[in-house]
Structure formats: structure tokens, C-alpha cells
């Protein structure tokens, strides 16, 4: 079991930033790939970022690339979100997520979540 916990979370005006941190405990961290997703009210969960279990690969779906950067700290058991350049569509419960080995862009692929922490970016 890998047990995770999102925190950074809150409100920010439009072109602000945000730090997203997301604490592992359980199974050895570095053997595992992270992902961050977000689900807004009504609409599905969207990948985020994804680092594997080395520090790389790291992809972005285009909504976010050049403005999020994933980055994990293996001694530390955690995973990073930093997020620039907020726009109000960015508003959404962001989840931290953990796989084996590598990591991806579907939500299915994730054996582990945490509970979520809420971004909300205003206009």
C-alpha cells in the first residue's frame, strides 16, 4: 500500500502561481511513477503531469505544458506541482496519483490517490 497526501492548495488570482506538494508513505517511493490529475465540478478527471520513477520521462497534456512543471525528491517521499501562470480554467481538485515504474496519462493505469487538494484560481 502507498498511502498519499496532497497539500498547496487554495485560492490564487489569474497569473499567480501555486506549489502542489504530495507526500508518499508505505512502499518504497522510488519504485514508483506519480501523476497528477485534476476533476472539476461535472466534467471527467484530466491528466496533469506525469514523472516516472527515475525522475524521467515527464509529459504534459498541452493545456498546462510551459506552465507546470512536475519534479519528485526521492529522499524526501515526495512529489512537486509547481504551477505558473494560473488561468480560472486550471480551477479543480488536483490528486496526486502512484503507479509502478513508469509513468502515464490515463487515470486508470494509477493504483493510488490521495484525497485531493482544491486549486481555485479567480478571474
Known amino acids: 500500500q502507498v498511502q498519499l497526501v496532497e497539500s498547496g492548495g487554495g485560492l490564487v488570482q489569474a497569473g499567480g502561481s501555486l506549489r502542489l506538494s504530495c507526500a508518499a508513505s508505505g512502499r518504497t517511493f522510488s519504485n514508483y511513477a506519480m501523476g497528477w490529475f485534476r476533476q472539476a465540478p461535472g466534467k471527467e478527471r484530466e491528466f496533469v503531469a506525469a514523472i516516472s520513477y527515475g525522475g524521467g520521462p515527464i509529459s504534459y497534456p498541452v493545456t498546462v505544458k510551459g506552465r507546470f512543471t512536475i519534479s519528485r525528491d526521492n529522499a524526501k517521499n515526495a512529489v512537486y506541482l509547481q504551477m505558473n501562470s494560473l488561468k480560472p480554467e486550471d480551477t479543480a481538485v488536483y490528486y496526486c496519483?502512484?503507479?509502478?515504474?513508469?509513468?502515464?496519462?490515463?487515470?486508470?493505469?494509477?493504483?493510488?490517490w490521495g484525497q485531493g487538494t482544491q486549486v481555485t484560481v479567480s478571474s
Open positions: 496519483a502512484a503507479r509502478s515504474t513508469y509513468g502515464s496519462s490515463r487515470a486508470m493505469d494509477y493504483d493510488y
